[in-house]
């Protein structure tokens, strides 16, 4: 392993990560699908494992990486804020630009805007996964094996949620099980795409490593505001949301310090 180059680990790492999206998704193909509020709590986990990865795993070396190119302390952290934000309004941007109307053909009224609010949720998945394989890519790109491990690991658990409640979400709006699953696997290759950036920007551009660690925090972090907390809370489940996302968190936590 250790004389794979940078880019090939950053990008069969996103990839790995990047299919537990598929995995996860596949109880929708035997009809075993869990219970809302197991799924709740998964969604939950996932929420806390991005919301600890954004932090140890991006915002904190985003800071190490400016340190080392300025003298003064307020230069790192206004560039790493900047680019908190510069993620957050992206995600933003794309959520009120992308066309997804034409999802929706046929369908009218309540039904209509309910498929609409599903295809944005899964864009959103979609739009999030590429930061993700980015930070997977940047990962490995920066800190070789030791680096990328945690955030491959931790990406990959929390891709798994992710991809069942994309399919679910299809099915729910009478999908085949084949189409929804396809759909939810189809999320998650967005994520080698990131990898291969991240990695690539690494042995490119130095200068550029804050500000793509901390735009890649920023997507998450919009993501997990304003689609992956509201969808776990619909149902009445918060106890069960709150409880996954304290159990994510921690083992993101734990996964980046003792992998890191
Ligand atoms: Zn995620």
New binding site residues.
């Given amino acids: 392993m250790e004389t794979l180059s940078p880019v090939v680990l950053g990008s069969l790492g996103s990839l790995a990560a990047g299919s537990l999206t598929s995995v996860g998704a596949l109880p929708v193909l035997f009809g075993r699908v869990p219970s809302r509020a197991t799924r709740d709590l998964s969604l939950g986990f996932?929420a806390g494992?991005?919301l600890a990865a954004s932090f140890f795993s991006l915002i904190i070396p985003a800071l190490d990486a400016a340190d080392i190119r300025f003298e003064n302390e307020a230069a790192p952290a206004a560039i790493v804020c900047l680019a908190i934000l510069l993620g957050m309004g992206a995600v933003a941007l794309m959520n009120e630009k992308l066309p997804h109307e034409h999802f929706n053909t046929g369908r009218e009224g309540p039904e209509g805007a309910s498929l609409r609010r599903v295809w944005l949720f899964i864009i959103a998945?979609t739009i999030?996964?590429f930061p993700?394989g980015l930070a997977v890519g940047v990962g490995f790109g920066s800190g070789g094996m030791e680096g990328g491990m945690p955030l491959a690991i931790g990406?990959g658990l929390?891709?798994a949620p992710?991809g069942l409640a994309v399919a679910v979400a299809l099915l729910g709006e009478g999908y085949s099980k084949w189409r929804a699953w396809g759909i939810a696997a189809l999320t998650g290759m967005v994520e080698p795409i990131g990898g291969l950036l991240g990695a690539g920007i690494i042995t490119l551009s130095e200068p550029l490593l804050p500000w793509s660690l901390a735009f890649a925090a920023g997507a998450?972090l919009y993501?997990i505001s304003h689609e992956?907390i509201p969808e776990t809370h619909r149902s009445g489940h918060q106890n069960r949301a709150t409880l996954g996302l304290a159990i994510g968190l921690v083992i993101m936590l734990f996964l980046d310090v003792y992998l890191g």
Avoid: G, K, L, S
């Fill in positions: 996932a494992v991005m998945i999030h996964n993700e990406i929390q891709n992710e998450m993501v992956i």
